[in-house]
Each structure stands twice: as C-alpha cells, then as structure tokens.
C-alpha cells in the first residue's frame, strides 16, 4: 500500500469515527461489530476529542449509562436489536442493567482516557457526573477481580485479549458439553484464519452459557469459576485507571483514601505476576498458581501503570529487532506466534498507544518515540485496519477501524499533540 499524505490520513480518520458514529456512541466498525464496545468506545472518546470534545463526553456517558447497580459496566451495550450478531443480549441473558448488555466487563481504560478529553475540554461539571460511576466500577473489580491485587479475568472476552496463549491451558481445562450449534458473525466478515478456532469460540460460548445458568450473580459466580487467570492487562490498566481516578479527586476536592488504597494494592498485585524465569511480567492460571509463561504486549503495559522494569527494556528492544512493526501480541518466532490470528501475534494500535505513553511518561523517550514512528508507518502504509502482521504490516481483521482511526489523531499522527 502507497504510504498516504498524513493531512489526508488525518481526514480519513476523522470520516471513520464520523461513519462509525451511530448518534450518541460509537461503533468498532460497521458490520462486524454493530454495537458499542467499552473500551474501543473510550479510545473512540480519545480520538472524537481531537476534533468534537462535546460529542466525545457525550460517548463515554453513554457507555456508563449501561452500569449495573453493582458497578460494573459491561463489555458491549446492546442499544439497537441486530438479528445477525451473536451471542447477542437473547444468549446473554444479561438484564441487570439498564440497557441490554453482555454480562461481563473490560479493561477500564475510560478514566484514563477521560483524563485526556478533560485536558482538552476541563468540564467539570461533566466530570463531577462521571466520577462516583467510574468509582463504582474500580471497587467492582477490587470486589470481584482482585486476587491480592492482581486482577483476574473469568473469560477470555473479558480482557480484551480473547484467543491469546496466556488463557490457553485454563481453557483446555474445560470442556463446552451441551454449547449447542451457533452461528458466528466474526468468520462471516473476516477470514477465519485470522479469529479465534471453533475450539475457542466453543469454549467462549460455553462459559457465556455458564454465566447465564448462575443469573451473572457475582457471589455465585465466585463459588463456581470455571476459569481465574490474572491477567497483566487488566492489573496494569486498572492501576493506570486509579491513579487518574485519583487525579479526579484532586481536582474535584473529592476524598481519594480508598482510591490510594486501591493503588497500593494493586502495585503489590502488579509484583505478583513478575515471572522470573522469563523476567518478564506474566499472567496466572490462579487454578494452579503458575505463570503461564508468556511475554505478551499486554506484559508492556508495566510502564503505562507506573511502575518501571528494566528488565522489560531488554523485552522490547529483541521485540523491536524481530519484527519491522511491533509491538506483536506475541513474540515472534515462538512456537505459538501466529502472525495474523488476532491476538497470537498481530500488532494492535491501540495497545502501542498505551506502551508508548506509558514508556515517555517513565522517562524511556527513545523507546517511546521509536515505537510511536514505527505505529505512524504502519497506519500511514497499511490503513486503519483491526490489528496488523507484524511482520509484514499487512491490515487484518476488520477495516475502517475506530480506535486505529482514533490513535492515529490522537497519538499516531504527526499532528497529533503528544507530550
């Protein structure tokens, strides 16, 4: 692909969040995903606020206007019924919420990203409204998905990270009796070489199926978990998420003991997942307590909570020699890497974005302007595509894509206005 004008790249992804805008939220991309996301609907926000910061906290109050009572906010809010994607709100069963919904959450990237619409716009008003909820949401996961402050998925939607090796031995430990005949919408919009196998998928759906037999109700859940991983993702962007969370509470005069005492426990949690054989931040089957023994771009995100390794350092400069655009979900060259299977080896925007500025902000500014060049080229050679061969930058998976569209303007661009 001709490497585009960055002006006209910057036009381009303004028109995608303006096509994928469905009035009040934002779709990931249209056809694929017809409905709002969590946390490809903050990153919508943080691009959105380049060019309409009104239209961008008008997103992230949609998002919460989904909360539960009990805090959490779920992974996709079913605002428009579509027949043709599933599982949607009849297989989820999911009604404890305002508005129809999955019945499990995703990365709380939203305070942060908040930050940044704020720093465009200083609303307060807007933020007084949003803080208790986003509060709300961090103690449901001190509640339910802390594990001595490392925080654990109980399904692979959960973070974000659906297929990534770091879930598969827990997931092979269950077995999907009874899913029942399904049809996916992902295989029929993308070549199913680069999503998850009907292994997977099978699983995915089984856990949903389990979910819904329990009535989502966290305290039963917590009795029966067919799967607890601890999951850098989640520990490293919730972390992020309170220290913003306190920055709220500065700035409001609000009381942020309990946010500082979130902190100090998920910086203890942050440490348990240090593997050190590999010296390198891992998950845990927390089923067995062993790492999972995996270096994904997930592990990266130490800088983005604020605590720096540098034995990480090491991990990302092979990661920078083996491949022309990192930084891959997994390494390359390893026996499970896949270079174009969603998150078994492809590069994700999005996830550079928050590497990136987690390594400028701990003072690792050549890492960080190298690997924000090298995000530049891949979107300005290869398109606003889902996620990217490393390798070769080829786009897979969806096209048109929000939150690439977004972290281009907001992070990528040589317009944006980056720290």
Same mark, same amino acid.
């Given at each position: 692909?001709?490497?585009?004008?960055?002006?006209?790249?910057?036009?381009?992804?303004?028109?995608?969040?303006?096509?994928?805008?469905?009035?009040?939220?934002?779709?990931?991309?249209?056809?694929?995903?017809?409905?709002?996301?969590?946390?490809?609907?903050?990153?919508?926000?943080?691009?959105?606020?380049?060019? &309409?910061?009104?239209?961008?906290?008008?997103?992230?109050?949609?998002? #919460?206007?989904?909360?539960?009572?009990?805090? #959490?906010?779920?992974?996709?809010?079913?605002?428009?019924?579509?027949?043709?994607?599933?599982?949607?709100?009849?297989?989820?069963?999911?009604?404890?919420?305002?508005?129809?919904?999955?019945?499990?959450?995703?990365?709380?990237?939203? %305070?942060?990203?908040?930050?940044?619409?704020? /720093?465009?716009?200083?609303?307060? /008003?807007?933020?007084?409204?949003?803080? $208790?909820?986003? /509060?709300?949401?961090?103690?449901?996961?001190?509640?339910?998905?802390?594990? /001595?402050?490392?925080?654990?998925?109980?399904?692979?939607?959960?973070?974000?990270?659906?297929?990534?090796? &770091?879930?598969?031995?827990? =997931?092979?430990?269950?077995?999907?009796?009874?899913?029942?005949?399904?049809?996916?919408?992902?295989?029929?919009?993308?070549?199913?070489?680069?999503?998850?196998?009907?292994?997977?998928?099978?699983?995915?759906?089984?856990?949903?199926?389990?979910?819904?037999?329990?009535?989502?109700?966290?305290?039963? #859940?917590?009795?029966?978990?067919?799967?607890?991983?601890?999951?850098?993702? =989640?520990?490293?962007?919730?972390?992020?998420?309170?220290?913003?969370?306190?920055?709220?509470? &500065?700035?409001?005069?609000?009381?942020?003991?309990?946010?500082?005492?979130?902190?100090?426990?998920?910086?203890?949690?942050?440490?348990?997942?240090?593997?050190?054989?590999?010296?390198?931040?891992?998950?845990?089957?927390?089923?067995?307590?062993?790492?999972?023994?995996?270096?994904?771009?997930?592990?990266?995100?130490?800088?983005?909570?604020?605590?720096?390794?540098?034995?990480?350092?090491?991990?990302?400069?092979?990661?920078?020699?083996?491949?022309?655009?990192?930084?891959?979900?997994?390494?390359?060259?390893?026996?499970?890497?896949?270079?174009?299977?969603?998150?078994?080896?492809?590069?994700?925007?999005?996830?550079?974005? #928050?590497?990136?500025?987690?390594? %400028?902000? =701990?003072?690792?500014?050549?890492?960080?302007?190298?690997?924000?060049?090298?995000?530049?080229?891949?979107?300005?050679?290869?398109?606003?595509?889902?996620?990217?061969?490393?390798?070769?930058?080829? $786009?897979?998976?969806?096209? =048109?894509?929000?939150?690439? %569209?977004?972290?281009?303007?907001?992070?990528?661009? $040589?317009?944006?206005?980056?720290?």
């Amino acid at each position: 692909m001709t490497t585009m004008d960055p002006i006209e790249r910057d036009e381009q992804a303004r028109s995608i969040l303006r096509g994928n805008d469905r009035g009040s939220y934002t779709v990931p991309t249209a056809g694929l995903y017809p409905y709002q996301w969590n946390w490809d609907s903050a990153f919508s926000a943080w691009g959105i606020a380049t060019f &309409d910061p009104d239209r961008a906290w008008t997103e992230v109050e949609t998002l #919460m206007s989904g909360q539960w009572p009990s805090g #959490m906010v779920p992974h996709i809010l079913f605002h428009k019924p579509d027949p043709g994607y599933f599982p949607g709100p009849e297989v989820w069963g999911a009604d404890h919420g305002p508005i129809p919904s999955s019945g499990i959450s995703q990365p709380p990237v939203a %305070a942060t990203l908040i930050r940044e619409i704020h /720093k465009r716009d200083a609303d307060d /008003k807007r933020l007084r409204t949003l803080f $208790p909820k986003l /509060k709300a949401w961090h103690a449901w996961f001190m509640n339910w998905r802390s594990d /001595k402050g490392a925080i654990f998925i109980t399904h692979p939607w959960e973070p974000g990270r659906d297929n990534a090796p &770091d879930w598969d031995a827990a =997931m092979a430990a269950i077995d999907p009796v009874g899913v029942g005949e399904y049809a996916r919408r992902d295989t029929s919009h993308v070549d199913p070489s680069m999503r998850p196998t009907k292994e997977e998928y099978d699983r995915y759906v089984w856990l949903v199926q389990h979910g819904r037999r329990l009535g989502w109700d966290e305290a039963a #859940m917590a009795k029966d978990r067919p799967l607890a991983v601890a999951d850098p993702t =989640m520990t490293f962007i919730l972390l992020r998420a309170n220290r913003d969370l306190a920055h709220f509470a &500065d700035v409001l005069g609000e009381d942020r003991t309990e946010i500082d005492g979130w902190i100090e426990t998920l910086e203890a949690g942050a440490k348990r997942l240090w593997n050190a054989e590999l010296a390198a931040f891992d998950a845990i089957d927390l089923a067995t307590g062993e790492h999972t023994g995996n270096v994904s771009n997930a592990s990266f995100l130490c800088w983005y909570a604020g605590l720096d390794e540098p034995q990480m350092l090491a991990h990302l400069e092979t990661t920078f020699e083996a491949c022309r655009y990192p930084v891959p979900s997994h390494p390359v060259g390893t026996p499970k890497f896949d270079a174009r299977r969603y998150w078994r080896g492809p590069t994700w925007a999005f996830m550079n974005s #928050m590497i990136g500025r987690g390594l %400028a902000e =701990m003072g690792h500014r050549t890492q960080a302007d190298r690997l924000r060049l090298a995000t530049r080229d891949l979107i300005g050679e290869h398109g606003f595509a889902e996620y990217f061969d490393p390798l070769t930058g080829a $786009p897979a998976g969806g096209g =048109m894509f929000s939150w690439t %569209a977004a972290v281009w303007l907001a992070w990528a661009s $040589p317009s944006a206005e980056v720290a």
